[in-house]
């Protein structure tokens, strides 16, 4: 294992794949896009401080998420490169913490390195890394608060403890309050299991208060500058997402409990045949109990919430892949057919799906040269487990990061070819780019799209006629600017400023739907008509 596969050498191959097309294809809508977008306005206005989407303040989230965005396009320009550039970060500094936070509490380095390979397999990392939110991020502060409390823990190192409440306050002003959850299940049990080593001093109160001082920094400015701010977040943006259908995210109770073994697939299966074989380790007071409590409890929690996206369990899955590869390596060889089962049965449907879809009718366009690469991942696979001197346990973990590497490149490759398909507009901005029509005004009828104001750099003009998605939050708006870029067809003064835009050449795009009958006159003031996938083009 040290002469072929060291964890460095798995962070280096993590890394190739993770970025070596993660630009290659537009910001889709509807997350990917927004988050993108408020990064690029942030970026392009100098404010770091009021997040804005489409010229209206967005206060949905704390700011960090679109300030490291930012940071992409001031490294890299503005692009889809740029604005997924940290999460590709994120995601291998969580593989570190993982294989680091592994080590800190089963002492085992071969078990270490199999959690963290174990991590990178599951299809809810590998869907975070394409997915510009702020839960890559959340989980990389999830993850690195338990990492330094656990440090502190074992060896009473004051500055661990300073670490922890610095990551705490970071996880906050990524997503709220959300950041207490996993850590603080975890840690309630796993204190159970570790004596601390230091007594409370004033260290405690200076780390909470630093933590205070960081978290209430941004919350501070605002609500001082809005008293209604402060009510707004931890009131609709906070509890009601919680209780209430606030943004019309609701799905079934069920939802969480019958998609998280989906996106932990297939580590999921092996998982639940471990924890029923090794039942006995799971004791009120031990570290495999606060674990497994550390992802139930959560789980149960996201369910009973309203608001509900299949990202907000990443924070789960660090703990998971360590519990998992722990109880892994304790199994007797004799019962590891099964394991093998669930691995090698993923590895085929993958690698069948890719080697099948160039071949047959489908409305996705599959490159062929993605059937010769998964016929060479099949070969590997087959390598490892009939030729390889591999220890048995570490070949289904092999086989699974095998595997991992060609779903995240094939995935990647399917989806640039794919992009009006995937909800990608990118191909309708260069088509504007291409004829030179970006410096007009660009309209877009009844339907928020942040994907089109990033591919084209610029503010754009949403025509509202009811849809819900344009029923924006203004309440934060200083002054009447961002009527500008958002008109009410319904309004007849509005309506009106509508006709003083089109006098001068402009793009009016339309998505799915055509105008209206009574708004026939607006298509006629077009002369140039091209369609591309669900859109429509006026020019």
Same mark, same amino acid.
């Given at each position: 294992?040290?002469?072929k ?8 191959? =993590?890394?190739f794949?993770?970025?070596? /097309? ?9 997350s990917d ?12 206005s ?14 949905h ?13 001031? +490294? ?8 997924? @550039? ?21 002492? /085992? ?6 959690s963290? +390979?174990i991590?990178?397999? !599951? ?16 989980? %990389? ?17 004051i500055?661990?403890?300073?670490? @922890? ?15 207490f ?17 230091? *007594? ?34 931890l ?17 079934? !109770? ?25 039942k ?16 139930v ?28 590869s ?6 007797? %060889? ?18 069948? %799906?890719?080697?099948?879809a160039?071949?047959?009718n489908?409305e ?13 991942? =099949? ?14 346990? @570490? ?6 990061? +095998?595997?991992?590497?060609f779903?995240? +490149? ?25 004829? /030179? ?11 928020? *799209?942040s994907?089109? =104001? ?51 050449p ?18 006629? *003031?077009?002369? /140039? ?9 006026l020019?």
């Amino acid at each position: 294992m040290k002469s072929k596969l060291t964890f460095n050498l798995f962070l280096v191959i =993590a890394a190739f794949s993770l970025f070596i /097309n993660v630009g290659s294809y537009g910001v889709i809508e509807s997350s990917d896009a927004r988050y993108a977008e408020i990064g690029r306005a942030m970026h392009v206005s100098g404010d770091y401080l009021h997040p804005n989407l489409l010229d209206v303040h967005h206060y949905h989230k704390p700011p960090f998420t679109y300030q490291i965005t930012a940071l992409g396009y001031k +490294i890299f320009g503005i692009n889809a490169f740029g604005a997924r @550039f940290f999460l590709q970060l994120a995601v291998l500094l969580q593989l570190i913490l993982v294989y680091h936070l592994s080590i800190s509490l089963f002492n /085992n380095k071969k078990t270490a390195l199999w959690s963290a +390979i174990i991590y990178f397999s !599951f299809p809810l990392v590998l869907m975070s890394s394409r997915n510009l939110t702020t839960d890559a991020f959340l989980a %990389t502060f999830a993850l690195l608060s338990i990492y330094t409390w656990v440090q502190y823990r074992k060896s009473g190192i004051i500055k661990w403890l300073y670490a @922890f409440t610095i990551s705490l306050a970071l996880g906050f002003l990524t997503k709220g309050p959300v950041i207490f959850i996993v850590p603080v299940i975890f840690i309630l049990f796993y204190n159970r299991t570790e004596e601390s080593k230091r *007594k409370f001093s004033f260290h405690h109160i200076a780390a909470w208060t630093l933590f205070l001082g960081i978290t209430a920094s941004w919350f501070v400015y605002l609500g001082y500058s809005n008293p209604a701010f402060l009510d707004y977040f931890l009131g609709k943006q906070t509890a009601d997402r919680f209780s209430k259908n606030a943004f019309g995210r609701t799905e079934p !109770f069920w939802y969480f409990l019958a998609f998280a073994p989906l996106v932990g697939l297939p580590w999921f299966l092996a998982f639940v045949y471990l924890v029923k074989d090794q039942k006995e380790l799971f004791k009120r007071k031990s570290l495999h109990f606060a674990m497994l409590m550390a992802f139930v409890i959560p789980l149960i929690f996201f369910s009973i919430s309203s608001s509900k996206r299949i990202l907000y369990i990443l924070p789960l899955y660090g703990l998971l892949s360590i519990l998992i590869s722990d109880l892994f390596s304790r199994i007797n %060889t004799e019962k590891i057919k099964l394991i093998n089962g669930f691995i090698l049965g993923f590895a085929g449907l993958i690698i069948a %799906t890719f080697l099948i879809a160039p071949f047959i009718n489908t409305e996705m366009n599959f490159p062929y040269y993605l059937a010769v690469f998964s016929f060479v991942t =099949a070969i590997l696979v087959f390598i490892v487990y009939k030729k390889s001197a591999e220890e048995v346990k @570490f070949k289904p973990v092999l086989t699974s990061f +095998i595997v991992t590497v060609f779903l995240l +490149i094939g995935a990647s490759t399917v989806l640039a070819k794919n992009e009006l398909k995937v909800n990608s507009s990118k191909p309708v901005t260069d088509f504007i780019i291409s004829k /030179n029509l970006d410096s007009r005004d660009v309209l877009i009828y009844n339907i928020r *799209k942040s994907s089109i =104001a990033f591919g084209l750099n610029k503010s754009i003009i949403s025509l509202y006629d009811g849809h819900e998605s344009l029923n924006r939050e203004t309440q934060f708006e200083t002054d009447t600017n961002w009527k500008n870029h958002l008109i009410n067809l319904k309004d007849t003064t509005e309506l009106e400023s509508l006709h003083d835009i089109i006098e001068k050449p402009t793009v009016l795009l339309l998505y799915k739907k055509q105008l209206p009958e009574r708004l026939d006159w607006l298509v006629k *003031k077009y002369t /140039n008509k091209g369609t591309m996938g669900k859109w429509t083009i006026l020019y």
